[in-house]
């Protein structure tokens, strides 16, 4: 046997060096696919840290709205106060003046206060929407007339801030917002049991208001579900018949890959540009009314369309092709083979597609700002054509209000937002779970 030939430099053999050289190079590619590795999960941990400072901020801010301040007034229906004639009617209960019950409950807690501005201070501790409550009370049940009660009414929106920790009261008192007078006031009914914290109703049932303490999101709620529900009802059918034709049966030709290429463009313009399109068209044209969850849904309808056609496709291709080659070999027609076998195999992959494209629809601000749906809007829609609201907007509009409570109230309508937008996703996962079969 001849003897193996060493290198001269390394004295090794030639399959020892090739041995060492792929050695070196699997090390070196080992190297390389750890640092990847730790490239890709630096990326996942920094992006995990921001979302998690992101809901820690929404978090800390908005979680006290479900709690408000509330405080105690032994109110006396008083006939006199309240301005009655001797056998009042409901429409005579619904004109009374119920703020001067609440004027003369909050003085009876501090009968030494003097003075028109001490006292316009001192009425200032309730909030203005006390006397819509004792009004509403007074015409459900008119036998309250003459008589006494002890209720738990709304606290101003400054007290309210300055119970949960808001407003900081070592503050200066000209940067405060709330007197030290006003401090007084507020430690001397907390002593007495007569403020507290309790669940707050108001912000999950009543609709938008200039006082923070009355303002809620159910009107926004309402608008956002009402614009969806038109959103769903067209895009969804129009964007499968739409998906189905040109996957199935449309011809492959320079129509089609002009219509399949403006389809993918419209996918990525900017919403604002179908709102501009909504009021030149829905608005101006057709003379639909402004700010209503018909026109919103329109608007949302032509910008989910090219997300519900791209998702439908993709489930549309990925039905396999024995499917239909089996369909068509027992004499089913082109139509019936999409149809009956075809069409129930990709819908769980549309449906996705669809919530997904809603659960966007739901997020977006831009285009509903170009159709009026920025309006303040107080009353819950009632219908279609009402004006009305939704939740993106209504963030937008609490965010731009001056008042402190209205950052609270800002949070919370994330947090509900947000609520939305995960149930939505989840709804998307478990209907893929439960549907989606495996070829």
């Known amino acids: 046997m001849s003897e193996p030939i060493l290198s001269p430099d390394t004295g090794e053999t030639a399959a020892e060096r090739t041995r060492r050289l792929v050695e070196r190079g699997l090390r070196r590619r080992y190297r390389a696919e750890r640092r990847f590795q730790a490239?890709?999960?630096?990326?996942?941990?920094?992006?995990?840290?921001?979302?998690?400072?992101?809901?820690?901020?929404?978090?800390s801010s908005g979680w006290t709205i479900f709690t408000q301040t509330y405080?105690?007034?032994?109110?006396?229906?008083?006939?006199?106060?309240?301005?009655?004639?001797?056998?009042p009617t409901v429409e005579d209960l619904g004109l009374a003046d119920y703020q001067a019950l609440v004027r003369v409950a909050i003085r009876e807690r501090f009968p030494d206060v003097e003075g028109r501005a001490n006292l316009r201070e001192l009425?200032?501790?309730?909030?203005?929407?006390?006397?819509?409550e004792l009004r509403d009370r007074a015409m459900a049940k008119p036998s309250l007339i003459g008589k006494r009660e002890t209720l738990w009414v709304p606290a101003d929106d400054r007290v309210d801030q300055l119970v949960k920790g808001k407003i900081d009261r070592e503050e200066p008192e000209d940067r405060r917002g709330v007197s030290d007078q006003a401090v007084a006031w507020i430690d001397a009914l907390t002593a007495d049991g007569r403020l507290e914290r309790r669940f707050n109703r108001t912000f999950f049932t009543t609709g938008d208001s200039r006082e923070p303490e009355q303002a809620g999101v159910w009107g926004a709620v309402v608008g956002s579900f009402l614009t969806l529900v038109v959103t769903l009802l067209l895009s969804f059918p129009i964007g499968v018949a739409a998906a189905v034709y040109l996957e199935e049966f449309a011809p492959k030709n320079r129509i089609t890959d002009f219509i399949e290429v403006n389809i993918n463009n419209l996918a990525a313009v900017p919403s604002i540009v179908f709102g501009l399109l909504g009021l030149a068209v829905f608005i101006q044209l057709f003379g639909l009314p402004r700010s209503a969850p018909l026109?919103?849904?329109?608007?949302?309808?032509?910008?989910?369309?090219?997300?519900?056609i791209i998702a439908s496709r993709a489930a549309l291709k990925g039905v396999p092709p024995s499917i239909r080659e089996a369909a068509l070999g027992m004499g089913a027609s082109e139509v019936q083979t999409v149809a009956h076998h075809v069409l129930p195999r990709a819908m769980p992959g549309m449906l996705t597609g669809a919530i997904i494209g809603m659960a966007r629809a739901l997020g977006e601000s831009a285009p509903l700002l170009m159709i009026g749906m920025v309006a303040f809007i107080v009353d819950i829609p009632g219908g279609f054509r009402d004006p009305s609201t939704v939740l993106p907007v209504q963030v937008y509009l609490w965010a731009d209000s001056p008042e402190r409570a209205f950052l609270e109230r800002t949070s919370g309508a994330i947090l509900v937002l947000l609520g939305f937008l995960l149930l939505m996703n989840a709804t998307a996962v478990v209907l893929r779970q439960r549907f989606e079969r495996r070829w």
């Open 39 to 59: 490239y890709g999960i630096a990326a996942i941990s920094i992006g995990l840290l921001f979302i998690g400072l992101l809901f820690t901020s929404i978090l």
């Open 71 to 87: 405080v105690q007034l032994d109110i006396e229906y008083s006939p006199e106060e309240l301005g009655l004639p001797e056998n």
């Open 123 to 132: 009425y200032g501790l309730v909030s203005s929407g006390a006397q819509f």
């Open 295 to 308: 026109v919103g849904g329109l608007v949302l309808t032509l910008m989910t369309l090219p997300t519900i």
